[in-house]
């Protein structure tokens, strides 16, 4: 069974600063793929950025970069030079063979002016 | 077509009550899936439609739950004897096919029971 793990419930950065999310997983698959959604309020979730496992570089897309260490099973978010618009819940989460995703628990991060 | 549509975004019922949401995925996505999702909690997974045979289920679906995906096109995720533990707010997603794993979110259906 997977299971993903989000250890900060809440964080608060100021703005134009550097936050990082952590994430810790667990899947004895050996092709998976890992993700962060962020979840702004009352708003759909969407796609910050994904990783493959098989993938030894780091994913980034934009402000947003992954630290991906598959030995430990950690897959944290870096957030660089924060905007208010990153305010929002974030989920970490892992899928594999059918593409159901396995959630973690949420991240609620507050970007302060 | 823009994104994943759900209908409706709020529903409150009585307790015992059956309810019933639809899902409308973005054109071709032929993978559907529902999430559950509790305040505070991260999604949980109910169950998921290949076109339109329903493939998997969780356990977290009791038999008061059905869901249906007529033509691989809209699903309906039906709650027969509503009950308080089943407020909460149920997501759809969809993904394009085999090689994408990047799945499409709608904005959900909060279910409040009462």
């Known amino acids: 069974a997977q299971t993903v793990t989000q250890s900060q419930p809440e964080m608060s950065v100021q703005e134009a600063e550097t936050v990082t999310l952590s994430c810790t997983y667990d899947?004895?698959?050996?092709?998976?793929?890992l993700f962060w959604y962020k979840q702004p309020p009352s708003r759909q979730m969407i796609l910050v950025i994904r990783?493959?496992?098989?993938?030894?570089q780091n994913a980034t897309e934009n402000r947003f970069s992954v630290n991906f260490q598959k030995a430990a099973k950690s897959f944290s978010l870096k957030i660089s030079d924060s905007q208010l618009g990153d305010t929002a819940m974030y989920f970490c989460a892992s899928s594999s063979g059918t593409y159901k995703y396995i959630f973690g628990t949420g991240t609620r991060l507050k970007v302060l002016a | 077509d823009t994104g994943v549509s759900q209908d409706p975004r709020h529903k409150i019922t009585k307790r015992g009550q059956n309810v019933t949401f639809r899902c409308d995925p973005i054109s071709e996505h032929n993978r559907l899936y529902w999430y559950r999702q509790t305040l505070g909690q991260g999604p949980e997974f109910l169950t998921y439609?290949?076109?339109?045979?329903?493939?998997?289920k969780s356990r977290l679906l009791s038999d008061r739950f059905s869901a249906e995906r007529p033509k691989g096109s809209f699903s309906t995720l039906e709650i027969q004897r509503t009950e308080q533990g089943d407020s909460a707010m149920y997501l759809c997603a969809t993904l394009p096919g085999e090689a994408n794993t990047e799945a499409f979110f709608g904005q959900g259906t909060r279910l409040t029971v009462v």
């Open positions: 439609f290949q076109n339109e045979a329903q493939l998997e």
């Open positions: 990783q493959e496992a098989y993938k030894q």
């Open positions: 899947t004895s698959e050996s092709n998976y793929y």
